[in-house]
């Protein structure tokens, strides 16, 4: 079965602009969540989708925000991005129980120039 | 605040011994936690989770104990093999409908020599 894929892979931006990432998640997974990752603090969750409402916030600026569509499929969007929006985003899906294994995507690179 | 801490930031062991990878946390509301095991320019897979009801879970090569009082997990991987040199991250959640928020340490790079 096909895996959580995430677009684009990597993406370059300047200072100012803003941005859109998109994850697919696996097959009849309802939930996504949405992860930063820097070498500075580690790997920190941004927000969690499940079945078109936001269950689940981080500590994020409202800058960043997300959305889900009705086939699951999740975007966040970052908007006047600052140098130190540069990180992975990764994103996982589930299919949304209290135990269910939760998958990653390979992730997106983002660097803000 | 670091609610969830992997102390050693790295780990050499030799193939055919046992890696012992260690998690602190500080949340007393986490009640599920996780592992998962990254390489470069991929994403996290998961390996062995824990529910905060158990002390002990094993998978094959891998084992996860859990000790509440000393809010401490640790992750044995018996035996090593060079495939399993990557970066570890413990996870934690409170579960519930709060288990997608999950909260990770700062990973801990295991190296297996053959």
């Known amino acids: 079965k096909a895996g959580v894929t995430q677009t684009p892979r990597y993406l370059i931006k300047t200072r100012g602009q803003q941005v859109t990432l998109s994850c697919s998640p696996i097959s009849g997974h309802r939930s996504v969540s949405w992860y930063q990752q820097t070498p500075g603090q580690g790997l920190q969750f941004l927000f969690e989708?499940?079945?078109?409402?936001?269950?689940n916030k981080g500590n994020f600026p409202g800058r960043f925000s997300g959305r889900q569509f009705s086939n699951s499929r999740s975007e966040m969007n970052v908007s006047t991005l600052e140098l130190g929006d540069s990180a992975l985003y990764l994103c996982?899906?589930?299919?949304?129980?209290?135990?269910?294994?939760?998958?990653f995507g390979p992730g997106t690179r983002l660097t803000v120039l | 605040d670091q609610q969830v801490k992997q102390n050693s930031p790295s780990l050499s062991v030799q193939e055919g011994r046992i890696s012992i990878l260690n998690c602190d946390y500080t949340n007393s509301m986490f009640d599920y936690f996780l592992w998962y095991k990254k390489y470069p320019a991929e994403g996290p897979t998961f390996l062995i989770s824990i529910s905060s009801i158990k002390d002990k879970n094993e998978d094959g090569r891998f084992t996860v104990f859990l000790n509440k009082s000393a809010k401490h997990l640790s992750l044995h991987i018996v035996p090593s093999q060079p495939g399993d040199s990557a970066v570890y991250f413990c996870a934690a959640t409170p579960g519930g409908t709060s288990y997608g928020k999950l909260t990770f340490g700062q990973g801990t790079i295991l190296t297996v020599h053959p």
């Open positions: 996982a899906s589930f299919k949304g129980g209290p135990t269910d294994t939760q998958y």
């Open positions: 989708y499940f079945s078109e409402t936001q269950r």
